[in-house]
């Protein structure tokens, strides 16, 4: 009877028989010979297959490319809180920071400035690459100047300010400072309260503020430098709203997804129509905030309250469904998709993260950011890293890292509260 040798067997068989083993067997098979580690690590085929029993961090990475077995390496690393943390930008003042990722570079509000860094594909701060001052209006109040948020969209960035302003930036090369496009100087009630969330749509900018029911769209057309405040398109009255904390325009920049405050859902708008295709009147509760807002994909929004849920609404059926909340009930404060299965937010505490699976009931792991006790105010994630804002700096998680050598901080239990 002649002997059969592993390595000899066609390349199906070994992907049939390899996909039926769990990962940990296949590591060992990695450590038997230098051919089976080099099959199992480059055959993208069997991690497709072994993948599917686990949460995969989704990744649309073109700079820094990743193999479905380093996909898979590095999500188990997720799942089970193995990673290395560091601070990557940090200051003495407490601030409320906005923050995104965008190619290999940081871009973070820190006051009325808006800071662009390079990072490299573990996050890790390369240097700063520039740092404009946001223009700001005089109101003799209690406001600051600060930027409460911005968002970047194509070539621009649109910046929305304390002091009811907003801003407008174009850019070439996100790597060099951009020139100041637009500016709007009173942007809802003349100018008297703030704006709490910007978005943009083709060539207009979209406002809104949590003490005002109005969300107003601004033209960027070539008149608007000459009278920045005369080039309010439409205005629209959010009902059943005292103000708005969050906007997200969708992936075919037709329709608005409005986070109220006053309600535990979101309202949605036709932008072309101004009609509204999903309001909330029936969860109206002055109690209930939604912070933070995301389309998950074009048929569906995530979004977190201060009552500390996360949801999942479809937008085809105006229902919900997935609800979660966080393991210690505290507030969420933002949160972010990876267009796939995961869903990471940001606590009010502890510079807490939260990683939730759509498949799952309950939260996958939570990673303790810091170690001071801040707010999550904004956060950011690719398949290898987690960058977190807190009130004094940011901070990043590699989980690019070795799981034999790097020290677990595994919370994956579910906690439970006896009231």
Known sequence: MSEINL??????????????????????????????????????SLWKIVCRRGLIIATNEKRFPITWYNRSRISYNWRRGIFKSKLIVQHSTNYIPWMQLFADVLILSIGSELKCYAIDKSGFNRG?????????????DVRTNDVSRFILRENLIVCGNR???????????????????????????????????????NNSVITCSNISPHVC????????????????ISEFIVPECVGSRSLAVDPTKTKLAIGPNGNSKPILLDINTGDYLMTSKETKDLKHVIRDIQWHNENGIIYVSHSGKLQYID???????????????????????????????GSSEYSRCVLFDLHSSHHVQMYFTQKKSSPIYSLDFDARKLVAAADRGVAVANFNVNA????????????????
Not at 10 to 30: G, S
Request: aromatic share 14%.
């Open 217 to 232: 769209l601004w033209s960027m057309d070539e008149d608007f430098v000459k009278n920045t405040n005369s080039n309010c």
């Open 315 to 345: 937008v085809r059926t105006n229902d919900v469904i997935y609800t979660a909340r966080d393991p210690f009930q505290s507030s969420l404060y933002c949160v972010k998709s990876d267009g796939d299965r995961a869903v990471i937010v």
């Open 7 to 44: 390595i000899k067997l066609p390349h199906e068989i070994l992907v049939n028989i390899f996909k039926r083993l769990y990962i940990f067997d296949l590591r060992n098979l990695m450590l038997s010979c230098k051919y089976l580690r080099e099959f199992i690590e480059n055959e993208s």
């Open 163 to 201: 002091d009811g302003s907003a801003a407008v930036y174009q850019f070439n090369d996100i790597r060099k400072k951009p020139r100041l496009l637009y500016y709007i100087e009173n942007c809802h009630e003349n100018g008297q309260v703030e704006v709490t969330a910007v978005e943009s749509f």
């Open 128 to 140: 700063l690459l520039w740092s404009i001052h946001v223009p700001i209006m005089q109101r003799y």
């Open 404 to 419: 034999s050598t790097t020290k677990m901080k595994d919370y994956s239990h579910i906690f439970e509260f006896v009231t």
